[in-house]
């Protein structure tokens, strides 16, 4: 009698995970080429090299994909939350945390960033941008503590560790850690002199 054939779910699994893989890295492509809305499910499989009907397997809507896409995102770029900051710590050294985590992120999403600025209103984007600035919102009322009751100073802060001020003293030609220390001293310094 012939012996039964190995069972081998973990390759085949393996096998499905690659694939979709290739997938979310095609639609990523396509979408920083293109925007969401202009990327097409062929398009996306053309690029993966596989049949339009294995994107559609695996993801059956445009939206779907896209929101597959945006949560890859979360992962692969570490986002930060309130846990970064320590509420115990002194003023200085907590905005100097924000600061640190909000433009570390900057960083990492650069790539996802030239997709959003090409599709800023589609649905799964604008859901994630709401996340995201309630999310940066918290890291910013924790930052400082008994100071974000003050309307001017939440202001003031959001447009020093707005992705578009570190971007503007990028281009002009100061290195990212150095973006971080004066983000952190004009923060500090209307900190002080507010208060």
């Known amino acids: 009698m ?3 054939r190995p069972y081998r779910l973990g390759k085949r699994q393996a096998s499905v995970d690659r694939t979709r893989r290739r997938i979310l890295d095609a639609a990523t492509l396509e979408y920083a080429d293109n925007g969401i809305t202009e990327t097409s499910m062929q398009s996306v499989a053309r690029r993966a090299d596989v049949a339009p009907g294995t994107v559609l397997y695996h ?6 994909l896209a929101e597959a896409v945006v949560q890859g995102w979360l992962v692969d770029l570490v986002a930060p939350s309130p846990d970064a900051i320590s509420a115990d710590g002194p003023l200085e050294a907590r905005v100097a945390q ?3 985590e909000l433009f570390g992120l900057y960083e ?7 997709i959003y600025a090409k599709s800023p209103d589609h649905p799964v984007l604008k859901r994630y941008e709401r996340w995201w600035e309630e999310n940066a919102g918290r890291m910013m009322l924790k930052a400082l503590g008994e100071r974000a009751s003050e309307p001017e100073t939440m202001s003031v802060l959001s447009v020093l560790v707005n992705p578009g001020f570190r971007g ?10 150095r973006a ?4 952190t001293e004009l923060a500090m310094g209307w900190l002080d002199r507010s208060h």
């Open 168 to 177: 503007t003293l990028l281009g002009s030609g100061i290195a990212p850690d």
């Open 2 to 4: 012939a012996g039964k």
């Open 98 to 100: 924000l600061v640190l």
């Open 108 to 114: 990492r999403s650069e790539f996802a960033y030239r």
């Open 59 to 64: 993801y059956p809507t445009p939206d779907e």
């Open 180 to 183: 971080v220390e004066i983000a």
